[in-house]
């Protein structure tokens, strides 16, 4: 593997189910026990305030709902790739992402894009959830 020289998350124990789950090439998300709702690690829900929850996998599969093109060096590590986008993805379940569209030119992203969800395995311990559009 290649020496990956950009930030990486931190795992903690809140989030290590869902970098766990994209280790496996797998997107997992918390579902509340009590009312249902999706969502990102959190250690409370967003919709009742329950601290009840469980993790499931979901699609992978979402819209482009905005992004940024990033044409500034602010990371030395990312030199290579300018100019990057900055997507914002909302799930088929409802959640947003944040992550990049890979596999298709700045260009060409559009608001409503079908995406779905690959994974790049960027060191030992951490895979990173990144989309590509849907062949059409």
Known sequence: MVEYNKPLPQITP???PFWDACKQHELSLQRC????HLRLPSPICQKCLSMNSEWVEVSGRGKVYTWVVIHQRYHPGFVEELPYNVTLVELEEGPRLITNIVGCNNEDLHVGMDVEVVFEDVTEEITLPKFKPVSQ
């Open 14 to 16: 809140e989030n290590k």
């Open 33 to 36: 026990q009590d009312c249902g």
